[in-house]
Nanobody, 115 residues
Framework: QVQFVESGGGLVQPGGSLRLSCAASGNSLSIYAMNWYRQAPGKQRELVATISSSGSTTYVDSVKGRFTISRDNAKNTVYLQMNNLKPEDTAVYYC?????????WGQGTQVTVSS
């Protein structure tokens, strides 16, 4: 059992940066992989980044070199640092985890990249 509270979204100009946070209440997430997904209008939900329980990370090609996923197990929080943002990054971003074969999702936070 876990609930996620996301924060950090907003409006930013192209080339700017945002840091998304996903704070979990309930279970400790230290032994679980954590993910960030995003969904743009009219598009399928897309896996953006993953961090394993051991700290290894993977990214979708379109964000490699610009985004960094990290976790602070003491705070039970996962972050997504987004640099050099582009208009095509505009989407609702969701944190996600699988616990005991069940999917858990944050409420989503809007990221808009526009001049």
């Amino acid at each position: 059992q876990v609930q996620f509270v996301e924060s950090g979204g907003g409006l930013v100009q192209p080339g700017g940066s945002l840091r998304l946070s996903c704070a979990a209440s309930g279970n400790s997430l230290s032994i679980y992989a954590m993910n960030w997904y995003r969904q743009a209008p009219g598009k399928q939900r897309e896996l953006v980044a993953t961090i394993s329980s051991s700290g290894s990370t993977t990214y979708v090609d379109s964000v490699k070199g610009r985004f960094t996923i990290s976790r602070d197990n003491a705070k039970n929080t996962v972050y997504l640092q987004m640099n050099n943002l582009k208009p095509e990054d505009t989407a609702v971003y969701y944190c996600h985890a699988v616990l005991r074969r069940l999917d858990y999702w944050g409420q989503g936070t809007q990221v808009t990249v526009s001049s």
